[in-house]
């Protein structure tokens, strides 16, 4: 079965941002569209309708902006589905049979970022494929030639391969270019370990370690995707920050997700947080494989 490029939507500037964004997406990996309305009854006085009616506005809805996508994009298979219920499960649900799933996001800063806190984050540290947030107000003009597809690379071989794997996907697809990311801070003294100073002396440094670390992480892509032009970054600094420094000139911005659970629910990692807040464009979070 091909997996769909799956969008949430509810009707607002920003999910139907997300909707025009998975379309061009579906669109470039010549896969199906499915857009997906979840809705809970919730009786009020304020509200006309009983079950049923409110179950047809959903219906309405959703299906009126399937008609539209599809409208733009002649010969893209959509289709539509409202489904009553929580609206985490349904999405974390979405998430599981689709190739990605792209939502909204209501914009910068820490109070109004990316739904921090509320369905967004719940459903990217649940999810079991990658998620994209799109801000309201996404614009098709910044996908162009000479935007990147920047992703970070932390760790081993294995330990960012999945997060890597969609970069190079997503700008195969676009004829992009990826920028791959590794950051890197000196560790105070007493970490260093006699066989971590043997391995850097071996390298040369500190910064010839990481670069070398990065190549290897990358080698595999780059001969699975021997037409993506890739420039491997080594910088100085915070991971976060260093996405960050770079995403102005990026169409997306690709980071793997550290989630991990507390008492008060599913956290993501504090990379990912980092960009999410305060990226300009698009960002994909990408669960280990």
Same mark, same amino acid.
């Given at each position: 079965?091909?997996?769909? *490029? ?6 607002? &500037?920003?999910?139907?941002? =997300?909707? =025009? ?14 857009? !997906?309305? /979840?809705?809970?009854?919730?009786? $009020?006085?304020?509200? &006309? ?31 539509? @589905? ?26 910068? #800063?820490? !109070? ?9 984050? %719940? ?13 309201? /107000? ?10 990147? *597809? ?15 794997? +969609?970069? +190079? ?5 676009? #004829? ?13 003294? +007493? ?9 850097? @002396?071996?390298? /040369?440094?500190?910064?010839? +370690? ?8 990358? %080698?595999?892509?780059? @001969?699975?995707?021997?037409?993506? $032009?890739?420039?491997?970054? *080594? ?6 920050? !260093? ?12 980071? /793997? ?10 956290? *993501?990692?504090? !990379?990912?947080?980092?960009?999410? $807040? $305060? ?11």
């Amino acid at each position: 079965m091909t997996r769909p *490029i799956t969008a949430g939507v509810d009707g607002s &500037d920003e999910s139907l941002a =997300a909707l =025009a964004w998975a379309a061009r997406e579906a669109v470039r990996r010549g896969r199906p569209l499915r857009v !997906v309305q /979840g809705w809970e009854y919730e009786p $009020h006085e304020a509200l &006309d309708g009983d079950r049923d009616t409110q179950a047809r506005w959903a219906g309405e809805a959703v299906s009126t902006a399937a008609r539209k996508a599809a409208e733009r994009h002649p010969g893209l298979e959509v289709t539509a @589905d409202a489904v009553e219920g929580p609206v985490v499960d349904l999405l974390v649900a979405a998430a599981a049979e689709a190739e990605l799933l792209v939502l909204g996001s209501r914009g910068h #800063g820490p !109070v109004v970022g990316f739904l921090l806190g509320s369905v967004g984050q %719940q459903v990217i540290a649940e999810a079991a494929r990658p998620v994209v947030l799109v801000r309201a /107000g996404d614009k098709a003009s910044a996908e162009v030639a000479g935007h990147e *597809i920047v992703v970070g690379q932390q760790g081993g071989v294995e330990d960012s391969a999945a997060a890597l794997g +969609f970069a +190079f996907e997503t700008a195969a697809a676009r #004829g992009a270019t990826v920028r791959a990311v590794r950051a890197w801070t000196l560790p105070p003294v +007493f970490a260093y370990s006699p066989g971590s100073l043997k391995l850097l @002396d071996d390298a /040369g440094g500190p910064e010839p +370690f990481e670069r070398k670390a990065l190549a290897e992480a990358l %080698q595999p892509w780059r @001969d699975r995707f021997p037409d993506v $032009h890739v420039v491997e970054h *080594i910088e100085m600094g915070s991971a976060g920050q !260093v996405l960050l420094s770079v995403a102005a000139r990026a169409q997306l911005v690709v980071v /793997g997700r550290r989630a991990h659970r507390t008492a008060v629910g599913a956290r *993501i990692g504090s !990379v990912a947080h980092g960009v999410l $807040h $305060h990226a300009p464009c698009p960002v994909a979070v990408v669960p280990p494989a």
